[in-house]
């Protein structure tokens, strides 16, 4: 047996780079400060400005392809889409160019515009950067710790790999179909016809297959009402990353206070 | 009309080979048990016969066409495969309308429906449960049915993935019978099973698989009796032909009835 | 003192017509390996459900008469009281698994924090755990990429693990090969030698007869024969009861009948071939 991988669990767990070694809780909370910052300053240098360090952060840390991957994404979803919903919606005087004479395209739509979508990326960044330098069990670690219910933390584990298993069991459902001469491949009808026969065995499964769970779960003392000891552990959080979780809560309020000002004191 | 596998082997996408050089020929009307350890190929092998896995290399040709130029579907009108979890498979609400399935799919005349229905309920035995729900009857039933539904696609060849597991007796005593049904209707059945007295009961032709290959294909009187072959393939003698090995009793003995008649004889012969 | 004592057991699950089990009266005693064998539905599971507190905890429906585990009925036992005392492994591998750790060794693990134990018990006790099931090369692997065999394998070590006084079996093997399925038989006879109680569903009869100390046979809902394996097993009127009898045992009664008796009827490979070799007397 591998004594390295043994001997990983009679330590605190150990990540390669400083950030994502942080506590899940540290790391949620100083993304959510940071997109939440966004959403209050509705203004396109901030965003823009968030979403650029965003990216350079990600490529810091190494994880600049998962990053990259879903951002793109985003940022034509929420982005470009919301740019041009807008420039329909919100209705401006100074006329910068049209389109084909049939549509103006103003300032103050644009400016709008761009500030809704930089708001909208610059808090969706935060969340993905969360999600890619944090994994589930970890969270969950870190929150069992705080006090939550480790039924809860059973539950939402559960239901990411349930979801994962739910492809896995697709596809061996969409087999025994085709075994017994069901057409699955071909055009979109065929498709379609096939898919009510896998729908009913995909959702039975995963119904009756609950039941049985449990009653697993139960074996392995799930209910038991002592203290329960971890074998996986982090590290606890060290004073440096309590600081700096502190300094980035301090730039928020700053930020929401600062927005106050402006909006209520220089109008 | 034959199902043929001329130096079949087979690779999941990521790489690893599951199945390497198959060569075998199984006639119409043969019955055929696969045996061997889990991981020696047995269910990629077969799923090679029904299109679910295509070869990487080497030919599959049923009934004379390759099934390279066929989807799954269209094969498995002429090879059934019944997989091992019957839930995987059933999707009706009533036995019936599970077993009828595939007939109107096909769009075939009522009267040809209920012809094959009754036919493939009456082999299979589920009678009593026709109305039922059936997620409301025991599993090792289920297991019937997903076979009777099958079998209402009357195909050549028949796959039975691992009938006998969790089956009591009665499970036991209708698979033989179905068996021997299928026999008289002319339709191959293969079997892949674990059960060795069952295989040595039901079966002419054993195959087995060991290390992803075919390591042996002969009579049960030949294979059980060959210690290489048990050795290499990790499995055991049925429980008589033990007896006869460790008593050192000649004739490849199987049944009770030969273990009577050698031990009466040596009886005999001591006297 | 006896682990388990039924009295006058009748149990209907919620919404069925027919009794699960009826008239049930057995004794388990500590330390010994009962098989439990009988047709398909003839309360087989439900008598498992029973003794593991399921029914009527989990399943509700209609209990009458005296269930006592451990001394304690038990209507009054605490349900997860009972679920850390007796250990469960199930037919179904699928769903055994918690699906919630990225390595068996995790996952094996996890019976073990649930119940406190501190980490480097927990470690010494996985270690040990899978060297018995022969599971060492599978630590790293992540469980929900198993095979059925290999997750009823760690199914099982993860129950061991707990080190249960009493162990409930159903029908562990019927995905495993017939190595496997030794190597299980062989480990729960190591754990019953340690004074565990096993209670074993199964429909391998050749080897409950080589291992079980005591056979129930369940049909419709009732116990039909309990009692030591040598008798239970050598008796042909199980065939016309739901439950099969080894084909040794089978062929000593046929012997009996063609008035060639062997000096008892063997349920054994091992006994048969004695037996044949002490004949004609040498």
């Known amino acids: 047996m591998n004594q390295e991988f043994i001997d990983s669990f009679r330590h605190y767990q150990e990540y390669d780079n400083w950030f994502i070694g942080f506590n899940p809780l540290s790391k949620l909370n100083i993304l959510f400060a940071f997109g939440l910052s966004a959403m209050f300053i509705k203004e396109w240098k901030y965003g823009f400005a968030l979403c650029l360090m965003y990216c350079i952060f990600a490529i810091l840390i190494g994880k600049a392809k998962p990053f990259f991957k879903s951002f793109s994404v985003l940022v034509l979803l929420f982005g470009v889409f919301t740019l041009i919903l807008r420039q329909f919606s919100v209705h401006g005087t100074t006329v910068l160019f049209s389109f084909f004479g049939l549509f103006d395209v103003t300032e103050e739509a644009l400016i709008n515009g761009l500030d809704m979508a930089s708001s909208l ?46 492809k896995k069991n697709m596809e061996t459902i969409m087999e025994s179909q085709k075994a017994r001469g069901i057409e699955t491949e071909g055009g979109i009808v065929i498709r379609v016809k096939a898919f009510f026969p896998i729908l009913g065995p995909l959702i039975l499964g995963a119904i009756s297959g609950t039941e049985e769970k449990s009653i697993a779960m139960d074996a392995r003392a799930f209910s038991a009402k002592c203290q329960h000891t971890f074998l996986r552990e982090l590290k606890p959080v060290p004073v440096y990353e309590k600081i700096i979780v502190l300094l980035v809560n301090l730039f928020f309020a700053a930020s929401v206070g600062f927005k106050i000002y402006t909006i209520f004191i220089l109008k | 009309m034959a199902i043929e596998m001329k130096n079949v082997s087979f690779a999941y996408p990521n790489g690893y080979v599951a199945n390497e050089n198959l060569n075998l020929v199984i006639q119409d009307g043969e019955n055929v048990a696969i045996i061997g350890q889990n991981g020696a190929g047995k269910t990629t092998a077969v799923k090679l016969m029904n299109g679910l896995h295509r070869p990487a290399s080497g030919e599959m040709i049923i009934n004379g066409y390759d099934i390279k130029d066929k989807t799954c579907a269209q094969i498995s009108a002429d090879v059934g495969y019944v997989f ?50 059936p997620l409301d009857i025991p599993y090792p039933i289920r297991k019937f049915v997903a076979i009777a539904a099958i079998l209402a696609t009357e195909p050549k060849y028949l796959i039975l993935d691992e009938p006998t597991a969790g089956q009591d007796k009665w499970g036991i005593e209708v698979l033989e019978k179905l068996l021997t049904g ?23 032709r054993i195959i087995v698989m060991a290390h992803k290959q075919i390591i042996a294909d002969s009579s049960a009187r030949e294979i059980f009796w060959n210690e290489e072959i048990l050795k290499e393939a990790g499995i055991k003698k049925p429980q008589i032909a033990q007896v006869a090995a460790q008593l050192g009793l000649k004739g490849n003995i199987l049944f009770r009835d030969e273990l009577t008649t050698a031990v009466l004889q040596m009886e005999g012969s001591r006297l | 003192m006896p682990i388990i004592e039924l009295k006058n057991i009748n149990y209907k699950y919620p919404l069925a017509r027919q009794y699960a089990l009826q008239d049930v009266n057995c004794t388990l005693e500590k330390g010994k390996f009962y098989g439990l064998i009988g047709e398909n539905g003839g ?204 084909q040794v045992a089978i062929w000593g009664n046929e012997m009996k009948e063609i008035q060639r008796p062997l000096q008892y009827i063997p349920i054994t490979v091992s006994q048969t071939v004695e037996l044949i070799r002490k004949m004609g007397g040498n």
Do not use: W
């Not at chain 3, 009458?64 to 304690?72: D, I, P, Q």
């Not at chain 3, 605490?78 to 005392?85: R, T």
């Open chain 2, 84 to 133: 091992q979890n019957p839930d995987d498979q059933i999707f009706n609400s009533s036995v019936r309308a599970e077993v009828e399935y595939m007939p109107r799919y096909y769009k075939l005349s009522e009267e040809e429906i209920k012809k094959r229905c009754d036919k493939a309920i009456e082999l299979t035995g589920i009678q009593e449960y026709l109305k039922m729900n």
């Open chain 3, 43 to 246: 309360g087989k599971t439900t008598l498992c459900n029973l003794i593991r507190g399921l029914v009527p905890h989990f399943y509700n429906g209609k209990l009458e008469g005296e269930a006592l585990v451990f001394g304690k009925d038990i209507r009054d036992h605490d349900a997860d009281e009972l679920a850390v005392k007796i250990g469960y492994v199930f037919q179904n591998p699928f769903n055994q698994l918690s699906g919630i750790k990225e390595t068996v060794f995790e996952e094996i693990a996890m019976g073990l924090e649930n119940l406190g134990v501190e980490k480097e018990e927990i470690i010494q006790k996985v270690i040990h755990v899978c060297k018995l099931l022969k599971i060492e090369d599978l630590i790293e692997r992540n469980p929900n990429e198993l095979s059925g065999g290999q997750r009823q394998r760690v199914a099982f070590a993860s129950i061991i693990a707990m080190d249960n006084d009493l162990l409930v079996i159903d029908e562990p093997t019927s995905q495993l090969d017939p190595q496997g399925t030794e190597d299980v038989f062989e480990i729960i006879k190591t754990i019953k030698e340690s004074g565990k109680t096993i209670l074993l569903v199964e429909h391998k009869i050749d080897l409950i007869a080589e291992y079980c100390d005591e056979v129930l046979v369940m049909e419709k809902g009732h116990i039909v024969y309990f009692g030591e394996t040598a008798n239970i097993l050598s008796d042909t009127a199980l065939l016309a009861k739901g439950a099969e009898i080894p």
């Open chain 2, 182 to 204: 299928m026999q008289r209707e002319g339709v191959s059945v293969i079997t892949i099973t674990h059960d060795m007295d069952f295989v040595a009961r039901n079966y002419s």
């Open chain 1, 121 to 166: 990326l610059g808090f969706s960044g935060a969340i993905i950067l969360f999600f890619i330098t944090t994994q589930m069990r970890d969270l969950m670690y870190s929150l069992e710790k705080r006090g939550v219910s480790h039924t809860v933390s059973y539950i939402i584990l559960a239901s990411f790999q349930t979801m994962k298993d739910l």
